[in-house]
């Protein structure tokens, strides 16, 4: 067992990372040791990057304790570069922390000097001197590596600057000259954002903090009113909307809600949150209020604009999108199914189950022509055909004179089929023997839909199953 991480306190004794806790209590026989607990220590990581999406969205995690802040364009906004890494440094050691952070022109050089320099913001004419003092450990290579270059009496990275490449290739690998470039910043190493990046974005920085449930979605309408101009100017409007809020002590709420169809409708957007304040009730705590209200557009598309006719169905199918998205908002975006077509003859392959609201999103629904229907069909199939006894005088094509279903005997007095269906060919299964279906009506007057599977003369073994029920 060997020590992880210190606090303040166990610095000052001297104890260091990787010593032995054994060793340890032998330094310092009262000394209290917690078990590490990786997957609390990444969740409280990702709770600060979600803090840092208040200076900029592209927030990528650094390994186990740092972050990488793409703040191109960003720094205006604060003040400059100095004042908003003071700002993000002094706000983090209020909470507790003990940080370092350094802004430069490339992440190599941030990490490096963030974890081995003294921080600040470094110009970019300023890499190499900077850099240059540093210990090889600066560069992000493996333990080994560094021994090996430590060994070789290469212990800066200056003197890995100023010595032949060819020769450093040849005995350490490219690695090395890669991480050398990257920290000097003639090599570009992208960032990879934590979360997707909204395509749209705008936010309210509050003087005072927000906490009613009122209050939220006001702000929230006002800020879709500052986003309508963007979605007009692109001729779209947003399909995934999500709603961040900043609390005052750092934690982040993140509420997402989808539409039918796109839109850029401030009222309806700001409905479109009510309902999902109400089914995230329980688990929302604005605590001492949200300092911060960012609406952002994940997706949108192209928004079309048609003249209303004289029948009102576009007023109906607009109706129609209302009530979808409210609901999905509210219990869910599969709260709602409705069904697609597919080709297939085999009645489970021929419908699927899909939420109405991606379907109202593909294809605008026509009240005048309903889908397409077999009046033949069963207007109940059963999740998965069940097997049953029955008895056929009739053979091989006659439907069966009795049968028994689920402990009860059923005596038929009218049929009509078969019905022959198989599998498609091209598809997983085809080998599968043919089905023939018959309508059945018993003597009660229950009518059913059931199928026998195999063929006499064909199959060895022909078994009889119950699908569905008809009206």
């Known amino acids: ?204 920085r509050l003087i005072e903090p927000v906490g009613a449930e009122e209050d939220i979605l006001e702000l929230t309408g006002q800020i879709a009113t500052a986003l309508k101009p963007s979605l007009e100017a692109r001729g779209a409007g947003g399909r995934i909307f999500e709603l961040v809020l900043f609390r005052v002590d750092g934690r982040v709420f993140r509420i997402s809600a989808g539409t039918a169809r796109p839109l850029r409708e401030p009222k309806r957007i700001a409905a479109l949150f009510a309902e999902r304040l109400q089914a995230v009730h329980d688990d929302f705590d604005a605590g001492y209020g949200f300092e911060i209200l960012r609406l952002n557009v994940l997706r949108h598309e192209a928004f079309d604009t048609t003249q209303g006719d004289f029948e009102g169905h576009q007023q109906k199918d607009a109706s129609l999108a209302v009530f979808v998205d409210r609901v999905s908002a509210r219990l869910g975006a599969d709260c709602l199914q409705t069904f697609q077509l597919r080709e297939s003859h085999v009645p489970e392959r021929a419908v699927l189950s899909v939420p109405a609201i991606d379907v109202l999103s593909s294809a605008t629904i026509d009240q005048r022509t309903p889908p397409p229907s077999r009046s033949e069909r069963p207007v109940r199939l059963l999740e998965h055909p069940e097997p049953m006894d029955a008895f056929a005088i009739e053979v091989p094509d006659g439907a069966p004179a009795n049968f028994h279903w689920r402990r009860m005997r059923h005596r038929v007095i009218r049929s009509e089929g078969p019905e022959r269906l198989a599998m498609e060919w091209w598809v997983d299964g085809s080998d599968a023997a043919a089905r023939d279906y018959f309508r059945v009506e018993d003597d009660q007057g229950h009518r059913f839909w059931i199928y026998r599977e195999g063929l006499y003369g064909r199959d060895e073994q022909q078994n009889w199953y119950m699908h569905g029920m008809l009206a």
């Open 1 to 204: 067992m060997r020590l992880t991480a210190l606090d303040e306190a166990a610095e000052a004794i001297k104890l260091r990372r990787n010593m032995g806790v054994a060793e340890a209590r032998a330094i310092y026989p009262t000394i209290e040791v917690i078990e590490e607990d990786p997957a609390a220590d990444q969740r409280f990581l990702e709770g600060i990057a979600d803090w840092c999406d208040r200076y900029t969205p592209l927030v990528a995690l650094d390994g186990r304790d740092g972050l990488f802040l793409d703040i191109t364009g960003c720094a205006h906004l604060f003040g400059g570069e100095k004042a908003l890494l003071k700002d993000i440094l002094k706000r983090l050691q209020q909470m507790g922390l003990d940080v370092h952070g350094a802004i430069t022109s490339s992440p190599g050089l941030s990490w490096a000097v963030s974890r081995f320099g003294q921080g600040g913001v470094i110009e970019a004419d300023a890499a190499e001197r900077i850099a240059a003092p540093l210990p090889v450990a600066a560069l992000r290579l493996a333990e080994d590596t560094i021994a090996a270059l430590t060994k070789m009496g290469l212990k800066y990275v200056g003197d890995l600057i100023e010595t032949p490449r060819a020769p450093l290739t040849r005995r350490f690998g490219a690695n090395v000259l890669l991480r050398l470039d990257q920290i000097l910043g003639t090599d570009e190493e992208p960032i990879s954002p934590r979360l997707p990046i909204a395509s749209l974005s705008a936010e309210r």
